[in-house]
């Protein structure tokens, strides 16, 4: 295995201690800190302008802080220009040098460390191969296609062994289909090579798929740090709630919190069971966050099956193949979106426009956010 | 289509208007007549006529060299200052560079002359030519490398860099490799330029220095006889040459200084 | 930002003051300087010999502006070679916009060919372009004619006509005229409606490319105009080489000068409006 932690158990590889970055009256990055332990595929997930860019190329050694400082290994990166940092990063437009070959891109780095011309031409040759692109040597940047364009950017990226690969998002400028494919690609590599991958991208499906730990970060700051599991089902505030996925908000106040769930009073539906949180008391103002697939339709007749359920009609529903998104507008006027996965046997079926439907939810389902 | 005729004919018009003259002069440069009225017989006595004007051979050599060396300066000077334009645009720079190639010749002409004489009290020859050249040539190299410089990839400096390369060797083994070409024109364009120069060359070149235009200006002006025809297309063949060698180097770059 | 990259920070500094400097000190002596020396040598008294007097003896005064304000052939010099400018920049802008359109309309690859078909007459020595048309219009008896020296003009320009106005032709998007098409407009309303104020952009550079050439011109004048079609080169050539009123000859350049600014001023102005450079 190339490259495994060599930092010790209580040391992370990269630590970011309290930076603040300012260009003239705005604030890009605020007192920002995190640490990105070896060997993960680390993401900075946010909207254009939250700051994840102006980071990223303070850890490339492009920008300095105003404010703060990172510690590679331990050691202060301050006053280190990026060429001396044995950090690199694949850049969004790519960045391959059109005169050179592609093997001539990927040894440049190693050149620039000085090694030898054998060595140069194993690895080269060993990082061809990792990114499936053995028969391109000798072809130059312009005669690639977007994907291998990609592929090189990467190799050319990992070929010198770097402490952290950096990746401006790279998959923007593919199709859906290659980006997917590119994805998968992707999280192999980065578990074959064991480099530590920070990973730069407005895409929040994309992080949750490729990484261990994402920071979601909304103008300039971090509003919450977690594995992707936890994001999704316990989001912290309604931002990181809406950013990630879609997300379900009904307003309520808690009648009772206890250790088992809470009370909700929602204005206008009535009373509803969630699951416990902490450190939340009777009396609280905030709203049930509940993801779409959490949300069961069934026609509106007699017999409830789950703890909360709700009369509404059908608004719209949109087929997309494997599933089916229903909007439906519940009696007191609130509009909710479910999931319906089309697995049954034969042709789907549908709640058509107007139906009167049931929309219901588990007592343990969707986390409370207060306000 | 009947309108794509007109615009064919219209165009073929145009060409033909830019090159029957030039093809006049080529055609009667073999003429075996005195007159460039009417064709008389094929006869390539006129070149050989050349080859024994020894005022003429002395200019050509002396356009020669003053191209060769006015192109080598102009080149490194011009490059120096279409990167400087490119990446740090000075806010006079422009203006220092670009505003000899866009006045009209006889101004900087002008100026130059009085500048040597009256300052310099220099007395005019090569050297005044020299610096004529490489001023105006300056423009058009700086014109070329920045856009080449302008069609890159930015990213591409930072990821040397990201890589490891100090800013030396990005300049050695990024940045230098990309604008060889543009280079190379800049120098093919300067050379053609310096070679064809008459107006400021008029006022520069003094009593004792002639340079191929400023020859065939004097043979012109005393009688208009073939043997000017053969050195104009001796001379049309040598620069149409460096002209294409040149865009085959820097297409666009050519156009964008146009 | 903190004081720890300074190193960087000074060799970057260092760097760009190396690369600019050489050239800038260069064109500041060769350029800038002659061109300060010249404003100033108008206000000077002519040398006996030629040249300029000692600035002991003559002194500076506006006698100079004055010999070029009193006589109303100055301003009739330059009405003519205004006039010559704006025609020739006027029938080159008809001669080249065919031809850039029909480059425009082939395909992709022969474009470059046609372009450098362009650019080659240009390669031509500019003496021996006005040559050309010296044996050409000696035998039909129309040299030293009014009609000569507009054709020398137009023939020595018309590339720098054709180039801007073939680089703006050339980003046209044609879906633009696709969907003119659609909402009924007819061939000429095409034209007119849509590629001619997209193309103003190119015209403008083009005539700038022209006119400012032309109104310095001295040698298609005199070759191919004779004696009697003066324009303000020639005058400036004159007073230089001539008859060597230095201070005479620097305040006509000074006065072409400041035409040659104002025209480049108006079409500047004109593309700023535009919205499109």
């Known amino acids: 295995m190339l490259n495994r932690a060599t930092a010790g158990p209580t040391m992370a590889l990269l630590e970011i201690r309290n930076i603040t970055r300012r260009f003239g009256k705005l604030e890009a990055v605020k007192d920002v800190s995190l640490d990105i332990e070896a060997g993960e595929f680390f993401t900075l997930l946010g909207p254009s302008g939250c700051g994840k860019t102006t980071i990223l190329r303070m850890i490339a050694g492009f920008d300095e802080p105003d404010a703060g400082a990172l510690f590679l290994d331990g050691q202060p990166l301050a006053g280190i220009p990026p060429e001396r940092r044995p950090v690199h990063t694949v850049f969004q437009s790519y960045a391959l040098f059109p005169h050179l070959t592609v093997?001539?891109?990927?040894?440049?780095?190693?050149?620039?460390?000085?090694?030898?011309?054998?060595?140069?031409?194993?690895?080269?040759?060993?990082?061809?191969?990792?990114?499936?692109?053995?028969?391109?040597?000798?072809?130059?940047?312009?005669?690639?296609?977007?994907?291998?364009?990609?592929?090189?950017?990467?190799?050319?990226?990992?070929?010198?062994?770097?402490?952290?690969?950096?990746?401006?998002?790279?998959?923007?400028?593919?199709?859906?289909?290659?980006?997917?494919?590119?994805?998968?690609?992707?999280?192999?590599?980065?578990?074959?090579?064991?480099?530590?991958?920070?990973?730069?991208?407005?895409?929040?499906?994309?992080?949750?798929?490729?990484?261990?730990?994402?920071?979601?970060?909304?103008?300039?700051?971090?509003?919450?740090?977690?594995?992707?599991?936890?994001?999704?089902?316990?989001?912290?505030?309604?931002?990181?709630?809406?950013?990630?996925?879609?997300?379900?908000?009904?307003?309520?106040?808690?009648?009772?919190?206890?250790?088992?769930?809470?009370?909700?009073?929602?204005?206008?539906?009535?009373?509803?069971?969630?699951?416990?949180?902490?450190?939340?008391?009777?009396?609280?103002?905030?709203?049930?966050?509940?993801?779409?697939?959490?949300?069961?339709?069934?026609?509106?007749?007699?017999?409830?099956?789950?703890?909360?359920?709700?009369?509404?009609?059908?608004?719209?529903?949109?087929?997309?193949g494997d599933v089916t998104v229903y909007k439906v507008r519940l009696d007191n006027g609130l509009l909710l979106e479910a999931l319906a996965t089309n697995a049954g046997p034969g042709r789907a079926s549908f709640h058509e426009i107007g139906a009167r439907v049931r929309v219901e939810w588990r007592h343990d389902a969707g986390v409370f956010l207060e306000h | 289509m009947r309108r794509g005729f007109w615009l064919w004919a219209a165009a073929l018009a145009t060409y033909a208007f830019l090159y029957v003259p030039l093809a006049v002069v080529v055609l009667f440069s073999f003429n075996d007549s005195e007159l460039n009225a009417s064709w008389v017989g094929f006869t390539t006595r006129w070149y050989g006529k050349l080859l024994g004007d020894a005022d003429l051979l002395q200019a050509a050599a002396n356009s020669l060299l003053i191209a060769i060396v006015s192109s080598t300066i102009a080149t490194i000077l011009g490059t120096m200052a279409g990167i400087a334009l490119h990446r740090w645009r000075p806010r006079f720079l422009p203006f220092l560079v670009l505003t000899p190639v866009a006045m009209p010749e006889i101004l900087l002409g002008v100026s130059l002359l009085l500048f040597f004489r009256q300052v310099l009290d220099l007395t005019l020859g090569l050297f005044s030519i020299l610096a004529a050249h490489i001023t105006f040539s300056i423009g058009f190299v700086a014109i070329i490398i920045r856009a080449r410089l302008a069609g890159m990839d930015e990213s591409i400096f930072e990821a040397a860099r990201d890589l490891g390369a100090t800013p030396w060797r990005t300049f050695v083994r990024v940045t230098f490799p990309l604008i060889l070409p543009g280079i190379v024109a800049g120098f093919l364009m300067s050379f053609t330029l310096s070679i064809d120069d008459f107006v400021i060359t008029f006022f520069v070149a003094g009593v004792g220095v002639t340079t191929l235009p400023l020859q065939i200006y004097s043979m012109i002006k005393v009688a208009v006889t073939p043997e000017v025809n053969a050195i104009s297309t001796l001379l049309m063949a040598l620069t149409l040459t460096l002209i294409a060698l040149a865009s085959r180097f820097a297409p666009d770059a050519l156009r964008k200084s146009a | 930002m903190p004081g720890s990259s300074s190193n960087t920070e000074r060799a970057g500094r260092l760097t760009r003051w190396l690369v600019t400097a050489p050239p800038a000190a260069f064109l500041v002596v060769f350029f800038l300087l002659p061109a300060l020396i010249m404003a100033a040598a108008s206000f000077r008294e002519p040398g006996e010999f030629g040249g300029l007097a000692p600035l002991a003896a003559g002194g500076m005064n506006l006698d100079a502006y004055r010999f070029i304000v009193d006589d109303p052939i100055y301003a009739w010099i330059l009405a003519k070679s205004f006039a010559v400018a704006g025609l020739t920049t006027l029938i080159c802008l008809l001669l080249a916009y065919p031809l850039a359109m029909r480059i425009v309309r082939s395909p992709r690859r022969r474009r470059d060919l046609l372009v450098l078909l362009v650019i080659l007459p240009f390669a031509s020595n500019f003496l021996i372009r006005i040559y050309a048309w010296m044996i050409i219009l000696g035998p039909l008896g129309l040299l030293y004619s009014p009609v000569a020296v507009l054709a020398g003009m137009v023939y020595v320009h018309l590339p720098f006509m054709i180039l801007p106005l073939y680089t703006n032709l050339e980003k046209h998007d044609p879906a633009l005229l696709e969907a003119a098409q659609d909402l009924g407009a007819g061939r000429w309303a095409r034209f007119w409606r849509v590629t001619w104020p997209l193309s103003l952009p190119g015209v403008l550079s083009g005539s700038a490319l022209v006119f400012i050439p032309v109104l310095g011109m001295f040698a298609v004048p005199e070759l191919l105009g004779g004696t009697g079609d003066l324009l303000i080169g020639n005058l400036i050539k004159e007073q230089f080489l001539d008859n060597r009123d230095w201070p005479l000859g620097a305040a006509l350049s000074l006065v072409l000068t400041a035409a040659v600014l104002a025209v480049a001023g108006l079409s500047a102005a004109l593309t700023r409006n535009r919205g499109q450079a």
């Not at chain 1, 053995?134 to 990467?154: I, N």
């Not at chain 1, 070929?159 to 992707?186: F, I, W």
């Not at chain 1, 980065?190 to 530590?196: A, I, S, W």
């Not at chain 1, 949180?277 to 007699?302: N, Q």
């Open chain 1, 103 to 320: 093997a001539g891109n990927i040894a440049f780095p190693l050149e620039m460390a000085g090694r030898g011309r054998d060595e140069i031409r194993r690895r080269t040759g060993e990082t061809l191969a990792l990114v499936h692109l053995e028969d391109k040597g000798d072809a130059f940047p312009h005669e690639l296609s977007g994907g291998q364009k990609q592929r090189v950017a990467l190799a050319r990226g990992l070929v010198n062994k770097p402490r952290l690969l950096l990746l401006d998002e790279p998959l923007g400028a593919l199709d859906a289909k290659l980006r997917e494919r590119m994805q998968g690609e992707l999280i192999a590599l980065q578990r074959e090579v064991g480099v530590t991958f920070v990973f730069v991208t407005h895409a929040q499906q994309e992080a949750l798929a490729l990484s261990h730990r994402i920071a979601v970060m909304n103008e300039g700051r971090i509003e919450q740090l977690d594995v992707p599991e936890v994001l999704y089902s316990a989001p912290r505030n309604r931002f990181v709630a809406d950013f990630i996925g879609t997300i379900n908000l009904i307003a309520a106040d808690v009648v009772e919190a206890t250790r088992h769930g809470l009370r909700l009073a929602a204005p206008g539906l009535g009373e509803i069971a969630a699951p416990p949180v902490a450190a939340v008391a009777a009396g609280s103002h905030g709203a049930l966050a509940l993801r779409p697939e959490h949300l069961r339709i069934a026609a509106d007749t007699g017999r409830a099956g789950l703890k909360n359920h709700f009369a509404g009609t059908v608004g719209e529903y949109l087929f997309l």
